[in-house]
């Protein structure tokens, strides 16, 4: 699809490093319009050829862990060693309660007025689905705008974590001191997702760091929570308010996506993640069709109803339903 003339101006801005033409371009691509829609492909398309360069880091945690303490420190620490960083959010709870988890915009202050930095928060309407479409579009506007780390980050709710590992390249889990006292309290889904865990306020109680670290290192051993790669995730202690242990922190991540790259296992998985963007919008789409459709919708309260009252069963129910779909 050829861009209009002032998609083109924008996608130009977005690639001289504009941060305000950024900012715009990902609400352009947030709007529920549909021709803000037409020109958001147009745009994403005009900027593809722009996008990939990125390293693409996802960090979760429950609220309190410390992220945006650990995101604003290892932001400043990489920019100082050069690189661009930007910050995007999936939130879920934004958009279900319109109050926020990861808090409001004066997180992260220091890096959100630097120049190399970019800082955006969840959108905060849609379902997780559409929170999490829009923020893998923002990470390849982030990327056409020279950013050269797109750090997203979630909270530990519902299934944002699955979402935010399914588009990025590594998955970071940040835990409490406490955490090896209680591993039944640390979702294994969670865990099978990590690349690598990180135990923050190690500052608070080094001791307990220390412990958690083992504990949590041998859990991931013997339940065999192994990264997708044949290597248990490795489990590092730093301080995100002191900033001790995030030199360490980074070089793990250099480290891991050095391995991925050298046995192609990064771009396998950028290649996977692609084809489920695709399929995740192609299975939006016919749901929201099947939910809209005129004739299902008629018949649905009745068969409903005789599924809860056991006289039809689900299958048959379905299938009346996928007919009415195809046939009219
Ligand atoms: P988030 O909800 O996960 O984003 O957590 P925040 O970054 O907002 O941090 C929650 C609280 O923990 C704040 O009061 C931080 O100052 C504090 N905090 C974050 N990291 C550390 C750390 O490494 N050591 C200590 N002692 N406090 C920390």
Redesign the pocket.
Known sequence: MAAAPHDQVLADAVTHRDRRALAKAITLIESTRADHRAQADALLDALLPCTGQSLRIGIS??????????IEALGLLLIGQGHRVAVLAVDPSSSVSGGS???DKT?MERLSINDAAFVRPSPTSGALGGVAEHTREAMLLCEAAGFDIVIV?T?GVGQSETAVAGMTDLFVL?QLPNAGDDLQAIKRGVMELADLVAI?????DDAAATRAQAQISSALRIFAFQGSHGHAAPVLK?????GDGLQAFWDAVQALAQQRRDCGAFDTRRQAQRQAWLWDIVHARLRADFEQHAAVREALPRLLAEVDAARTAPTVAARALLDLFEKH
């Open positions: 945690g429950v609220p309190g862990v410390g992220k945006s303490t650990f988890i990861l808090g997180r980050e909270v940040l923050n306020k190690a500052d608070i730093l301080s995100a308010l002191k």
